[in-house]
């Protein structure tokens, strides 16, 4: 017997000193020098993205000259210049059909703006994009914006960098998580690339793409966006897009203006919202093949052609205060329905111009009746609180606009309008313009960030503490006894010592494997246990380890044993784990008041 306790008490000094080895590397953070290698790959990705996002921007430029003035080149053309008069209208539909035979024949995930299959890819595809993706992805968006379709590049673009990333990495030994960080990596550096945000890349990363906010992602994403920052102004690229000097006095007043265009701005996410997914939904009731709808989504432009393009010269005319309230008004309405009816057709496009674009024009229309402020500063909030609230991200919207703007002065009231309309949209709506469609495929998405209360609890606050336990002089014919009693409550049992020191663990299986291999019956349970390994936990540690620790001895349930003295304290399994689950409901169910309450 005190072999037996020796080889125990070894044993159990060597898993301490694990034990003790693992609470020393206990830190803020996970993330280890791996990092640094995603981060170096991040950078040829970002360049990758950079030549992507160029050459979007070009093939849109050649799919405009082509479609509209029958000329093959780059040249900066204006569609109101072309040559064709009223036949201009009957673009967009050429367009879309184009659009709808590529999607039909090559590949189904071109269709859309392109985000909810990123983050489908993310969650539910280990990350990985066909390559086809990167090739007709900007070339069906090319074709789209190009021939008038109402749409902006960056759905486009983040879905092609997102591509370009996914393909390096799978051509890399890499792990998923950091597959995901390539592919996030691409999609921020295109986006950067496009708009000259890169800010805005690294939060939209955070609060859309990533769904974790870890060192070990977020520091490759951000050489990606930084490095396409710097990528860009070799290419000339201009920065910022939309130059805008205004800004507004701070006051009580404005504070209230400020949260109107928010309120306001969150409602015409819902509707918007609502528009295009109630289009999508007529759209499959028609009796005809998903090929064509795109066809009917591209006759918007006889409704008004003036409203067809990316539109980004009517976002400079609003920040410059030079729409008319009546012009904006008809863009906002007209706008809305071309958009609504287009995007929910499935043509290939994104939704953060025109989202801008409404946003503008709700705000031209509104400036009238707000405090006074610089010409284009109420379109301005109106742009950003309008994306916040449809895209759910508040962060984005803002640092876009001030990034968009190279205006840092108007950073308190931008965050004012989006923090509101994200409220407003989240209390209003369960999902939104980017989730939906992937929850109309099945799946739910979550984008609540919290510390995982594992991480937070240790084994001592949910361990059994009155551990029922067997004697190591039991015989293996007493044991299989005392499981099969009926009156016995759970199927495991602790063995210990006369010292109360752990021997091991018995349950049902471990007799019938002894019985099986010839062990006789009047053998002691010391004697059974002798040598064998013991996996075991210790009162301080936290809950997130011995997690793994579960999964990978595959076990239900581990001893606990003091380190001092490496006697048993306590019993530990799953059901004790999902203790930290009701507690945690419980904190945000319960209502307390400390003070003043009897």
Not at 97 to 108: C, D, K, N, V, Y
Not at 341 to 363: F, H, K, N, Q, R
Not at 525 to 553: C, F, H, N
């Amino acid at each position: 017997m005190s072999v037996i306790s020796t080889k125990s008490s070894a044993s159990a000094n060597n898993a301490s000193k694990i034990g003790d080895k693992a609470s020393h590397l206990l830190s803020d953070f996970t993330t280890d020098p791996r990092v640094v290698v995603i981060s170096a790959i991040a950078v040829f990705v970002a360049a990758a993205g950079v030549l992507a996002g160029a050459g979007l921007l070009q093939l849109i430029k050649l799919a405009t000259n082509i479609a509209y003035f029958g000329r093959f080149s780059f040249a900066d053309l204006k569609l109101q210049d072309s040559p064709l008069g009223l036949w201009t209208v009957l673009v967009p539909v050429a367009g879309a059909l184009i659009i709808g035979l590529m999607a039909r024949f090559g590949s189904e995930k071109i269709r859309g703006h392109g985000i909810p299959e990123a983050i489908e890819a993310i969650l539910l595809g280990r990350s990985r994009l066909d390559p086809k993706v990167a090739i007709l992805k900007p070339l069906s968006s090319a074709i789209s914006i190009g021939t008038g379709g109402p749409f902006g590049a960056e759905g486009p673009i983040i879905m092609t960098g997102g591509a370009i990333g996914s393909l390096i990495a799978q051509m890399l030994p890499v792990t998923d998580n950091e597959r995901k960080t390539l592919l996030v990596a691409g999609a921020a550096a295109g986006m950067t690339t496009v708009f000259g945000t890169p800010i805005a890349a690294i939060m939209l990363a955070v609060e859309l793409l990533l769904f974790e906010w870890t060192p070990r992602s977020f520091i490759p994403v951000t050489v990606a966006a930084v490095v396409a920052a710097v990528g860009r102004t070799f290419l000339h690229m201009p920065a910022p897009l939309f130059p805008f000097a205004g800004g507004v006095d701070i006051s009580v007043l404005q504070l209230g203006a400020w949260m109107l265009i928010g309120i306001l701005s969150g409602l015409l996410s819902g509707v918007l919202t609502q528009l295009v997914y109630g289009c999508e939904d007529i759209f499959l009731k028609l009796p005809i093949h998903w090929m064509w709808w795109p066809l009917i989504g591209g006759l918007g432009g006889l409704i008004e052609p003036q409203a067809l393009g990316v539109g980004y010269d009517n976002l400079a005319a609003m920040l410059s205060g030079d729409v008319v309230l009546k012009a904006a008004l008809l863009l906002l309405v007209v706008k809305a329905v071309i958009w609504s009816v287009a995007l929910g057709s499935g043509t290939s496009g994104g939704v953060l111009a025109p989202l801008l674009i409404m946003g503008g024009a709700m705000g031209t229309v509104l400036s009238g009746y707000l405090p006074p402020a610089s010409p284009g500063f109420w379109a301005l909030l109106a742009m950003a609180a309008t994306m916040g609230g449809t895209m759910r991200s508040p962060l984005t919207a803002t640092f876009f606009a001030v990034e968009l703007t190279g205006n840092t002065h108007v950073l308190l009231p931008l965050i004012a309008a989006c923090g509101t309309a994200h409220g407003v949209t989240v209390l209003l709506m369960r999902r939104s313009i980017l989730t939906e469609k992937v929850a109309r495929r099945g799946h739910h998405l979550v984008r609540e960030y919290r510390v995982d209360p594992f991480a937070l609890t240790r084994v001592r606050d949910v361990m059994t503490k009155a551990v029922e336990t067997v004697s190591d002089t039991m015989t293996l014919h007493g044991a299989a006894a005392f499981l099969t009693n009926p009156k016995i409550g759970h199927p495991s049992f602790p063995v210990v010592d006369a010292n109360h020191h752990v021997l091991g663990v018995i349950d049902p299986p471990s007799v019938l494997r002894w019985r099986r291999a010839g062990k006789h019956r009047t053998a002691t349970l010391g004697q059974l246990l002798a040598g064998s390994k013991i996996t075991v936990a210790y009162p301080d540690e936290y809950l997130d380890r011995l997690a793994d620790r579960l999964m990978q001895v595959n076990v239900s349930h581990l001893p606990v044993i003091s380190r001092e003295d490496q006697r048993l304290v306590g019993y530990i399994g799953w059901k004790d784990l999902m203790r930290v689950r009701a507690r945690l409901q419980a904190e945000e169910t319960q209502k307390t008041a400390f003070f003043g309450a009897r």
